[in-house]
């Protein structure tokens, strides 16, 4: 008999935006699939979401005031570790399902491929804004992430958490010193020891594309991009070992034109691996123009 109270977990870790969670839960409520529950785990400076789901008072909730603000990502974590699902389906609160059958084809997803610990579907993302929307081609992508899930250190082939699904009882969760690569490195937790990637080739869940957006607020900042990036490149050196992943590192390096080895050095913290060849040309770079400023 399993351990598991339901079906699936749909796990929203929320932070303040009421109308958006209340568009998210929305989409969860129409569902004909009904073997869930939904932990909501809320990270808010205000009540509103709380007093929301009391005068809601629906038994599938189960809500949870973090006494202390816990950011992200641990904040997802936080609803992973409530979740008593045999799956879990994290929905961020800016996200929401397509149509009333979302939910019940994660579930098969996962249920017709007993061999697959995640699974994800297509998405759409919504300018918020401007209503305007673009649809992810990740079908492309499946059979590479199955042959090498360090496809996710180039770019994020799979999307947003949300449209994500994986087994329970895994103990994997989102690294907590990351924000920025922080999805596509949970990503590779979960198939490195599991390649068995399953997919959905529907759309299934709407991505909400806002300002607000952790993914927006941290693009195109230079500490935050280079110091994520050769974090997850030390985290799995030992499997990126191909030339075109330090390329990764360098085109971040030009990127933010960064021609001081000093100045990533001081960005990275202690016990991050500056890989050889990088750290060769920077130093070279330093030397030239110490002798260029002497004379």
Not at 17 to 33: G, H, M, V
Not at 125 to 150: P, S
Not at 181 to 204: G, H, K, P, R, T
Request: glycine fraction near 2%.
């Amino acid at each position: 008999m399993s351990d598991f109270s339901v079906k699936v977990s749909i796990a929203i870790p929320a932070y303040n935006n009421l109308e958006s969670f209340k568009r998210a839960l929305d989409s969860i409520l129409i569902q004909k699939f009904q073997d869930y529950e939904v932990v909501v785990t809320d990270d808010s400076n205000n009540d509103n979401i709380k007093n929301y789901l009391a005068e809601l008072n629906n038994p599938k909730v189960k809500y949870f005031k973090n006494p202390t603000a816990l950011g992200a990502p641990e904040n997802w974590n936080e609803a992973i570790r409530k979740s008593n699902g045999e799956y879990i389906k994290i929905l961020h609160h800016d996200d929401w399902f397509t149509h009333e059958h979302s939910l019940e084809k994660f579930v098969k997803l996962l249920d017709k491929h007993p061999e697959s610990d995640f699974g994800y579907a297509k998405s759409v993302d919504v300018d918020i804004e401007t209503g305007k929307i673009k649809t992810r081609n990740a079908e492309k992508y499946v059979e590479r992430l199955k042959k090498n899930c360090f496809e996710l250190f180039l770019t994020n082939r799979i999307g947003a958490p949300s449209v994500t699904i994986f087994r329970n009882g895994k103990n994997l969760f989102f690294d907590k010193n990351l924000k920025w690569v922080v999805d596509m490195d949970f990503y590779i937790q979960c198939l490195i020891n599991n390649s068995n990637l399953a997919f959905a080739n529907e759309v299934l869940i709407n991505i909400g594309i806002s300002s607000t957006q952790v993914t927006k607020i941290c693009e195109n900042n230079q500490n935050i991009e280079i110091f994520e990036q050769f974090y997850l490149y030390d985290k799995y050196k030992n499997y990126l070992q191909d030339k075109k992943y330090q390329k990764e590192l360098s085109k971040l390096i030009k990127k933010f034109k960064i021609k001081d080895i000093n100045i990533l050095k001081d960005i990275l913290s202690d016990g991050i691996e500056i890989p050889e060849k990088i750290s060769k040309n920077l130093s070279k770079r330093n030397l030239w123009l110490k002798k260029i400023f002497r004379f």
